[in-house]
Each structure stands twice: as structure tokens, then as C-alpha cells.
């Protein structure tokens, strides 16, 4: 298995101080992004700005995409899959910290099931971004990993039910999901099987779940 996995992506061994500095960035971003997430959720719309508004902000960080987006970036720029679990782990769970912590001193109240339940999201995410950090290899493992990432941000995106049209769900998802194929783009043979293979994820996501707003 490990030289199967090497031949997709060799990943750079030691620890070094930038690395632990890097965890610990990702810690702290995740905490002030869980403050900034429930805060925002706590406060009316017309408040903000009305760019803000606009592109609906608010709904947007309460959707997955971004949240995707986000473990996907931390991931592929990891410098070994085992980095990219741990820097994961941190930022989610210093997030899910923040975002609590606010709940509980701020606006008084803990819902500990549903805290439960993003605290396994969290761990489970501890071996997503492990296989999602080959995503940024090569061949066709890699291929195959990062058309499902792309094509789980295209279905969040728009709509491909024939019956009722293709349009767009939102904005900031569209932004999202360019942002996605950008920082998973491959070689052009690869890529139009990587666009191909998103394609179809994205049907069967949509199948099972019409709408993931």
C-alpha cells in the first residue's frame, strides 16, 4: 500500500518548527472562523452590509461547500497526508470550540447532541483528509479523488435535475466550486476526466439528497 500510495503523491517526512506553526495557525483560524461563524448567525441580516447581503453570507457559511472548500485547501497543501489529518483535526475542532464557547458564555445555551454530532464529523474528517491530501498527486487514484471533491461542490452549486432546469442555487457556490476546480486542476487529458467524474458524483449526490442548502 505505501508504495501504491507513493507513486500518487510522495509526501515529505520530518517535523520541522514551520510545520507545528502552521497547526497551530490553523487552530487559531479555525477558533476565530467558529466565533465569526456563530456570530454572524446570531445577528439580523440587515445589520451587515449590503454586499453582505447580497451574496447572502450569512446562509452561505452554514452550507457545506465552504466548509469543504476550506478542508480541501488545508489538505492538498499539507506536506504529507499525516499533516494534512492532523492540521484538519485542529482546525476543526478549535473551530467547533469557538463556535461553542460562544454559544455557551455568550448567548447562554449549549446544544451538546448537535455538538456531539460535529465532534465526529471532526474525527471522521482525521481520515477523510488523509486519502484527500492524495487529491493533489498524480494518475488516476488522484484523478478520481478530486473529481468527487469537485463534484460534490458542482452539486451544491446548481441544479441538474433535467425535469427543472439547470440553474445556479447561489452565487458564493458557484465562486466555491471555480475555486475548487482551480486549486484541483490537473493536466487536460486528466482534467476532462476529472470534470467527467464530477459530473457524475454530483448526479448521484443530487439523487440522494435534492438540494444541499
Request: with cysteine; aromatic share 18%; glycine share 8%.
Amino acid at each position: 500500500m505505501k508504495v501504491f500510495l507513493e507513486k500518487i503523491r510522495i509526501p515529505q517526512k520530518g517535523v520541522t518548527s514551520k510545520y507545528i506553526l502552521a497547526t497551530v495557525g490553523f487552530m487559531l483560524f479555525g477558533f476565530a472562523l467558529g466565533v465569526f461563524q456563530k456570530w454572524i448567525d446570531g445577528t439580523a441580516s440587515n445589520y451587515f452590509p449590503m454586499i453582505f447581503q447580497q451574496l447572502n453570507v450569512v446562509n452561505y457559511f452554514g452550507r457545506l461547500s465552504i466548509w469543504i472548500l476550506l478542508g480541501t485547501i488545508i489538505s492538498v497543501y499539507s506536506k504529507s497526508p499525516l499533516r494534512a489529518s492532523i492540521n484538519i483535526f485542529s482546525f476543526l475542532i478549535s473551530m467547533l470550540m469557538g463556535y461553542y464557547l460562544y454559544c455557551n458564555y455568550v448567548l447562554g445555551f449549549l446544544p451538546k447532541t448537535y455538538m456531539m454530532i460535529w465532534v465526529v464529523i471532526a474525527c471522521v474528517s482525521f481520515f477523510m483528509a488523509y486519502m484527500c491530501w492524495y487529491a493533489k498527486g498524480k494518475g488516476v487514484f488522484a484523478t478520481v479523488l478530486s473529481g468527487t471533491i469537485i463534484g460534490v461542490l458542482f452539486a451544491q452549486a446548481f441544479n441538474l435535475n433535467p425535469l427543472q432546469g439547470f440553474y445556479m442555487y447561489d452565487l458564493m457556490e458557484v465562486i466555491t466550486w471555480i475555486i475548487g476546480v482551480l486549486i484541483l486542476y490537473r493536466k487536460p487529458k486528466e482534467f476532462v476526466l476529472e470534470l467527467g467524474i464530477s459530473v457524475i458524483v454530483a448526479f448521484i449526490f443530487q439523487l440522494i439528497i435534492p438540494h444541499w442548502g
